[in-house]
């Protein structure tokens, strides 16, 4: 993706002085996306009239000092950026952003910086044909920049959208959780991976049990597996056409990371596939394409990475840091776990540790794309970190169990993981006095999920790091529809004064199935 400017301080501060809140611009009813993903077509390039916005706008990866703004073009154009400090747009700064090309499928991405902490930013994205002479509607939106001070955070995580045959059901108005999450009114949102189900095609109508017919939204690309470069954009493409998605994704920063089914399920660095579906077999190829898909059209700047691909430390002022941690691209493969293996790799599993010693935020959240002590399993090998076997860390537990006792060692505190992945939502504690092995201190980790996808579980815990699972949700039956109400999304509030850290496990209308309140303490 063309990263576009970074937009810095001296840039905006004297036009902009942002100020007090306001509500959320609605965007055009003509700006509504392209009815299909498949875009710059030949057609496209000779189209007349102005640029359109296809699929809204995005907001990432929010700073102390500003956020990144996604958009995509129907054509080669020029972004744009106006910001302002109040919802009438008065009085603007204009930002030029990147070129919107064929190269990147029409996406950019502008990376605001230097703006005001603890404010509301009111912005709205255009798009400019290369000659400068027409433009297109614009899309506004707003968000918070990161407070400076102790106050008040709140974020909501979960992850899973559109997998097993569930997708954008027009009957139910669509993916209804976004507007759940929105209206609890988050500083951001943690995406904790399965972004999209690039690997799951999507039928028009599915037969319930019960004989009523859930009816989809299908494109081209979301009716096979995708293999190519064009139908990975097409998964994360497919999301956008749901005005819910489009709606949030204008209001609130996504931390996104990313997990198997954005390239395809349970996937390994290496792996040579064994699916009459695919054509191409080498997951190394399928994995490049769908992390170049990935990058283009999620908010997230492979600048802000680590190495470039996902993991990455987000601040959010002094109660809070987020560490995103990647446990897809560094595995070894997947096996029975009975000898030592990688799930972060050396290099990261240092990072991680170096970064939460070097934190000196009130509460180091790790968002992990796996949990650590469920135990998942690929067939008869184990596809996440636990081998369910009992006894001393084996397998990957061998990395995690290094990286918990380093925190312990390093005396890290207020540590919490926060995960998605297996389709319900659990709350466990880990303790070393349950667990076969000591010298790490006790933490919870929250589940929290689907977004909208086949609800499952719950699975069996691994005794390792001596969990006890103190609340869970979960279906009857596997594969549970949307419609029968097992989708979930958690959300944190950190109080500004206390420093205490509240949990609550939502449904998908918002309302609380369980919380627990945490007590900071210091080292």
Partial sequence: MNPGPEINRRTLLGATGLAAAALLLPAPASAAPAPASRAFAAPAFARAGRPVLTHGVQLGDPRPDGAVVWTRADRPSRMFVELSRDPDFRRTTRIRGPLLTPETDGTGEVRLAGLPAGQEVHYRVVAQDLDGRAESQSLAGQFRTVPAGRRDVRFVWSGDVVGQGWGINPDIGGLTIYDAMAARNPDFFLHSGDTVYADGPLQETVTLADGRVWRNVVTPEKSKVAETLAEYRGQFAYNLLDENVRRFAAKVPQLVQWDDHEVTNNWYPGEILDDARYTEQRVDVLAARGFQAFHEWQPVRKQDAVDGRVYRKVSHGPLLDIFV??????????????????????????????????????????????????????GDKIEGVANGLPGVPNGREAELAWVLQEISRRRVCNT???????????????????????????????????????????????????????????????????????????????DGVSGQLRVDLRDQAGRSLWATTLDPRRS
């Avoid at 029975?336 to 070097?358: C, F, H, Y």
């Avoid at 009130?362 to 992990?368: D, E, F, G, N, R």
């Avoid at 006095?433 to 996808?453: I, K, N, T, Y």
């Fill in 416 to 494: 919490v993981w926060l995960t998605a992945d297996v389709h319900y939502s659990a709350a466990i504690h880990y303790s070393p006095e349950r667990a076969a092995f000591d010298g790490f201190d006790p933490f919870w980790e929250f589940v929290s999920g689907p977004l909208h996808a086949g609800a499952f579980g719950p699975n069996s815990l691994d005794p390792t790091f001596g969990p006890r699972q103190v609340f869970v949700s979960s279906p009857p039956r596997a594969n549970t529809s949307p419609l029968e109400g097992f989708q979930h999304f958690g959300e944190v509030n950190v």
């Fill in 325 to 378: 941690i990647d446990m897809r691209s560094y595995r070894d493969p997947n096996s029975t776990g009975t000898t030592p293996e990688r799930i972060l790799g050396a290099r990261q599993a240092r990072w991680l540790v170096d970064s939460l010693a070097r934190s000196r935020a009130t509460w180091k959240v790790i968002a992990s794309d796996m949990p650590i002590g469920i135990v998942v399993p690929d």
